[in-house]
């Protein structure tokens, strides 16, 4: 899927936002004072994760008695979810609607999509962005209107190694990380953090807190209300800091239901400064 000339483009002083709804919702672009701190490219920037987050062990969860398959695109197993994939719509904002566009006010934009195959349920997702000068607010919610399902949320940002003065260095104090087994998925064992490189989740019980500073540039601090992240920095060109509502493989170890009476709703904020 390409970009579309439909993007959004959201500024708050010198900081500017890009969001491309046909490709997935993503965001393609953010420049703070004209640095990009995006890995660019139509698979990169920033990705929501829904209605699940990493891998499904062979791609495959129950509910009840009911084995469910959904699409393998990362080997034996299905990762990250529809929402990537999908084209999604204008939401209502202050009252207002505008068909086939996203509903955007100077630095705030809200989108939404509807459920559909290959996810078993119908449901509804939506997705706001709030930027101001220092920060950026994700928001994402999943309801049902009639069957319950168990899903996940969260975001995948592809963060710049390198932004020209040096790699970027993590800090976070996780309570434990997430046994990884030969199969790439969490064996269920919890273990103290390890050293990097990583593709591995982590538990923040406090909720999600982690800090990347590039440099002599820019500081930028990734926060969540959840309490589950996962690190990916074994590429030379980018590192990832994922926050997200369960742990890899979470519809069948960790499920989590939306109902008509309480949908699933996901925050993150990333805030910044110049060094």
């Not at 930027?131 to 069957?147: A, C, F, K």
């Not at 969540?224 to 994922?242: F, G, K, L, P, T």
Request: charged residues 25%; aromatic residues 8%.
């Amino acid at each position: 899927m390409t970009s579309s000339d439909e993007s959004i483009r959201l500024k708050a002083g010198d900081a500017e936002l890009t969001i491309d709804p046909e490709n997935g919702c993503r965001i393609s672009s953010l420049r703070i004072d004209g640095t990009e701190l995006l890995r660019q490219g139509e698979r990169f920037g920033c990705f929501p994760m829904v209605p699940w987050c990493g891998r499904i062990e062979n791609g495959q969860f129950r509910t009840g008695d009911v084995v469910h398959q959904m699409p393998l695109n990362s080997g034996p197993h299905a990762i990250h979810g529809t929402g990537r994939d999908t084209s999604w719509r204008v939401a209502r904002t202050s009252g207002t609607e505008t068909e086939g566009r996203a509903a955007a006010t100077g630095s705030r934009a809200a989108f939404s999509y509807d459920l559909t195959e290959p996810w078993p349920y119908s449901g509804r997702v939506s997705q706001t962005f709030e930027l101001s000068e220092d920060s950026l607010v994700l928001t994402m919610g999943v309801e049902t209107y009639d069957s319950s399902f168990p899903a996940q949320a969260g975001w995948h940002p592809w963060f710049r190694r390198n932004l020209g003065n040096g790699d970027v260095h993590l800090d976070f104090n996780p309570a434990w990380q997430e046994e990884r087994g030969e199969n790439s998925l969490p064996t269920g064992r919890r273990i103290e953090p390890v050293p990097g490189p990583w593709d591995d989740c982590f538990g923040m019980p406090e909720g999600v807190d982690v800090t990347l500073t590039w440099p002599g540039q820019l500081r930028l601090k990734v926060t969540s209300r959840e309490e589950w992240v996962v690190v990916y920095d074994e590429q030379d060109e980018a590192v990832c800091v994922e926050p997200q509502s369960g742990p890899p493989n979470g519809l069948n170890t960790a499920p989590r239901l939306v109902t008509p009476l309480e949908p699933l709703e996901v925050s993150a904020k990333w805030s910044w400064q110049r060094l």
